[in-house]
């Protein structure tokens, strides 16, 4: 679990970033990055039922992401707000293949 000041909980912060920030896409997820003017990094997950109908599969690629930010959140510049978004391919993709995206995605920010 990411430490609660590290969270994008609010439906309005989702919204802004997603419609401010800077995409990139990759095979099976989008990032969304947009710099804001706040003391903390913040991030969130957004896996939907289109990527799989099942809460446990969902949770499992939720859980994965999770691991990466904790790692790399630290290291990235304070105040990025950003979005980590699963596309439908996520739910088929091997754990392993979303990490060395997800890793590869965060890399292209810098």
Same mark, same amino acid.
């Given at each position: ?15 802004? !970033? &997603?419609?401010?920030?800077? =995409?990139?896409?990759?095979?099976? #997820? ?6 804001? $003017? ?18 446990v ?6 859980? !994965? &992401?999770?691991?990466?930010? =904790?790692?790399?959140?630290?290291? #990235?510049?304070?105040?990025?707000q950003?979005? $980590? ?26």
């Amino acid at each position: 679990m990411l430490p609660k000041k590290s969270r994008l909980t609010k439906k309005v912060e989702f919204q802004s !970033v &997603l419609k401010k920030g800077k =995409k990139l896409h990759g095979q099976f #997820l989008m990032l969304s990055v947009a710099p804001d $003017f706040v003391e903390e990094t913040k991030a969130g997950l957004v896996v939907s039922n289109k990527v799989s109908k099942k809460a446990v599969e969902r949770n499992k690629i939720r859980r !994965v &992401l999770r691991e990466v930010l =904790k790692e790399v959140l630290p290291t #990235l510049k304070k105040g990025t707000q950003l979005i $980590f978004l699963a596309k439908p391919s996520a739910g088929r993709a091997q754990m392993d293949d979303l990490k060395k995206e997800s890793r590869w995605l965060l890399r292209k920010l810098k």
